[in-house]
């Protein structure tokens, strides 16, 4: 399976594990309707191991930790169970290691599915599958989402309340009356116990969302499409725009996006020889020949809301079909806005240029719990059309 991709389940009972060359611990949240817990008793882990519908194995040095969902148990409420996986090691991020997520028939134990995330860096903490409901039936989808601040980022994202153990004091400690994510006892007896986990963060911390207002994106940043804790599914512009260098000559310049399906293969291209596709989900301004003038020179609008489910990722580029090299444009930059307001939500501005024809601005990937993320690219590559961005914008997604 590729991120964003999924499969019908066949059998009632399934079993997802997660295994690594180094020690994970595996999890499962059940999730609502809105994406979050009913409770904390909807947090299965190696401390809690029993949730409705959802069990939890642990591996025990012998095997990967697994979690094995009853879609027949699990609750009418529950639209999702979320398998995750963090690592054990204090300190540890996924940088070179490369978890495999195996889907099994729970019964006889048969291969349904595999996934592998890919281009995993500074992530101590992943959501690699999720097992949910759609249109009466069970599905499995691959997901690959990274967190870097561990299992307590995860839980607190999703509504489980996370506490500490309790550290020595004069005072006898009360009971706690929340669940209590510790470090997983040591393999060995005798190895000393490992120091506290640093306290957990608010939910969504370490994440840029559209809270304060306008973001400014630097390369390889990303923001979230959120505000207010609710996604944007409105219509958004993305206003592209460019300068001749030094007062040099008209620079013709073509903005356009490209809609990818899970398995990151082309669906559509939206350009100036093609002003709308996805049934005109997305839609182009129209071509400017010379880059003059204040303001953005093509705008591409995306409803977000009307995009086909298998639209799973938006890659936005600028190519220079006559040749002019990007070392002729100056201030180049890409920004989003709200299509109904007009409100600036997103910038980037192209800085480092190099002497080749096209270039991968940005992209927006939909996340599996229907948010959209927008992350700065920057990346150049030879090409005067959009027919050669596709490949070059599929590896980026």
């Known amino acids: 399976m590729t991120p964003g991709s999924n499969i019908p389940l066949s059998v009632p009972r399934v079993v997802v594990d997660v295994q690594a060359p180094v020690r994970l611990d595996v999890s499962g949240l059940l999730l609502t309707a809105d994406g979050k817990v009913r409770s904390d008793d909807d947090f299965v882990f190696y401390n809690q191991p029993a949730g409705p519908g959802v069990t939890h194995r642990a591996g025990g040095g012998a095997g990967p930790d697994s979690v094995t969902v009853d879609t027949a148990a699990v609750p009418s409420g529950i639209e999702k169970v979320v398998v995750t996986a963090s690592l054990d090691a204090p300190g540890a991020t996924f940088s070179g290691t490369e978890p495999t997520a195996t889907i099994r028939n729970a019964d006889d134990g048969s291969v349904l599915a595999t996934f592998t995330p890919p ?55 009360q009971p706690p009356t929340e669940p209590v994510v510790p470090p997983r006892p040591a393999a ?142 100056a201030k180049a930059y890409c920004r989003l806005l709200d299509a109904g307001s007009g409100e600036e939500l997103v910038r980037f501005d192209l800085t480092g240029a190099e002497s080749r024809t096209g270039v991968l601005m940005c992209k927006l990937i939909r996340q599996f719990s229907g948010e959209w993320e927008m992350t700065a690219l920057g990346a150049y590559v030879d090409s005067r059309t959009v027919r050669g961005m596709v490949k070059p914008g599929g590896q980026a997604l």
């Open 119 to 173: 281009r995993l860096g500074p992530e101590t903490a992943l959501l690699v599958v999720e097992v949910y409901r759609r249109a009466g039936a069970w599905k499995a989808r691959a997901v690959g989402q990274g967190y870097a601040n561990g299992l307590a980022g995860i839980a607190t994202d999703f509504g489980v309340s996370v506490d500490e153990p309790a550290t020595p004091a004069a005072a006898a400690p």
């Open 188 to 329: 060995a007896p005798a190895a000393p116990a490992a120091p506290p986990a640093p306290a957990a963060p608010a939910p969504g911390a370490g994440k840029i969302n559209l809270d304060k207002g306008r973001v400014s994106l630097q390369k390889n940043q990303t923001v979230s499409l959120v505000k207010g804790g609710r996604p944007l599914l409105t219509s958004v512009r993305m206003g592209l725009g460019w300068e001749p260098a030094y007062r040099g000559k008209d620079i013709d310049l073509d903005a356009s996006v490209i809609a990818y399906g899970p398995d990151r293969k082309k669906i559509d291209a939206c350009y100036f020889g093609k002003l709308a596709i996805l049934n005109g989900a997305i839609q182009h301004s129209g071509d400017n020949l010379t880059g003059e003038g204040g303001g953005d020179d093509e705008a591409i609008t995306v409803h977000l809301g009307g995009l086909p489910e298998n639209v799973t990722g938006l890659v936005f580029t600028v190519n220079s079909f006559s040749g002019q090299r990007f070392t002729e444009v």
